[in-house]
Nanobody, 117 residues
Framework: QVHLVESGGGLVQAGGSLRLSCVAS????????MGWYRQAPGKQRELVAT?????????ADSVKGRFTISISRDNAKNTVYLQMNSVKLEDTAVYYC?????????WGQGTQVTVSS
């Protein structure tokens, strides 16, 4: 089992920056990939960015050039970050951390990001 805990959400002005963090604990050696997804009110959950165990990254077109996903690892935990720069009003959403491990999918509880004008 993998346990995910997100932090770092909050209120930010358009054009500003924010960094989200997600700590993965438990059977982290089984993790193949981690990522960030988001869900805005009335919309479906969508992929934001992913990073594999080999550190290959993938981004949604809407965030390319503005967001950066990265990961740090130690024996006890993995921490995945989402650096959000030049944020826009449309980036407002609940952001969820995701992990794929041994064919299973895990989700964090979500963290709210609100962008104000």
């Amino acid at each position: 089992q993998v346990h995910l805990v997100e932090s770092g959400g909050g209120l930010v002005q358009a054009g500003g920056s924010l960094r989200l963090s997600c700590v993965a604990s438990g059977r982290i050696f089984t993790i193949n990939a981690m990522g960030w997804y988001r869900q805005a009110p009335g919309k479906q959950r969508e992929l934001v960015a992913t990073i594999t165990s080999g550190s290959s990254t993938n981004y949604a077109d809407s965030v390319k050039g503005r967001f950066t996903i990265s990961i740090s690892r130690d024996n006890a935990k993995n921490t995945v970050y989402l650096q959000m720069n030049s944020v826009k009003l449309e980036d407002t959403a609940v952001y969820y951390c995701n992990a794929l491990a041994s064919g299973l999918e895990y989700w964090g509880q979500g963290t709210q990001v609100t962008v104000s004008s």
